[in-house]
């Protein structure tokens, strides 16, 4: 510990930037900071980190330290330390945020009394589930252990676990093309490996339309809602993916594509390679994406505006994590809502507005996550059926 965090506990510090101080700890707070320059220099460390969430030197390894070395010291205090696969906290104003490494600080002498309709919901996380259609309109509901072998076409369906592949049929050998979708209702998530090898993560409340096996000179599917590609690469035939207007076209790259219909923006991230985005009406106003950035369609104009990104923030959800950064709550909960199959209802219109940044696993149970988001104070939660108040 430095000598400033010897003279001071660390909670006043946390109680100074949230403006819950006391009249006793304002004054043992202004002595503090006040008995060395040292102290401002740290609290200012300290205050930027927390509406950044980024320290400003990235060698300042005395401050970074100092962040570790916290811990420990924190026995004695009246503070709950979270698990380690949670980082979230909200904002006193919608412009501010904090992420204290794997920790978020409340004072539980002032934790509202009121703070329990979370912790009592029991609405589990979603699951692996489908429903496959076929070409002729029959279909067959796909879940998690239920395996299934069917055929089209000489192709072999294979449903294992939690994904369906195609395998062994040639381009050559198809006489006519023949269409599967793949449907994943709200609630659930599944993975497919398409005739060509490419991968497909398919997330809450999407449709994906694709041949079983791949004839011509292009690779196309169709996508509703939102998925992680993987895609097989392949320079004498592109693979498209066409979503309300737009087409995303790759040779063997790795992209997220966010195209949900009640959204209005299109969303499309590359993680590795290449992409080139533009819109069915205007072909050759191609935006190229490189690793990193991110392009966003207006549907209402097909205005296509490219962007850099947190990658994370877009393909979090495929390695089973939500990652918000600072977000805003009404954002937040609609992602949640679709993952949960619950409705959300906002009692207070400014909620909507408050910001967060954190990581949360996506197979923790509903009331696990919004019991912390309560502990924040900032929000509260009633439960009715399926039904989210947040008040």
Known sequence: MTEMQNNIDFIIIWKKINDKLSVRQEKEFNQWLKADYSHQVFFEKVLHYYKTGEVKNARDHDFINAWKSIEPHLKDQKIRRMPDWIKISASVAATVLIMLSVYLFVDTTTESENVTTAREMIIPPGSSKARLIFDDGESVDLAEGRDFHGEVDGAQILNKGNQISYVGTKATEVAEVKYNTLEIPRGA????????????????????????AFVGDVRQVELEGEAYFEVTKNTAMPFQVVSQGQVVEVLGTEFNLSSYNNDDLIYTTLVEGQVKVYTEDNPELTQTLVPGYQTYMYKESGDISVRKVDVNEYVAWKEGVFYFKNENLENMM??????????????????????????????????????????????????????????
């Open 334 to 391: 609609h992602t949640i809502s679709r993952w949960y199959d619950i409705d959300v209802i906002f009692e207070q219109e400014r909620k909507r507005s408050l910001k967060f940044t954190g990581e949360i696993k996506r197979y923790e149970n509903l009331e696990r996550m919004l019991q912390l988001l309560e502990e924040t104070q900032e929000v509260n939660f009633t439960k009715e059926g399926k039904e989210i108040r947040i008040n």
């Open 189 to 212: 998530e599944y993975f497919v490996i398409l005739s060509d090898s490419t991968k497909v993560w398919l997330n809450s409340d999407s449709r994906l339309r694709y041949p079983t």
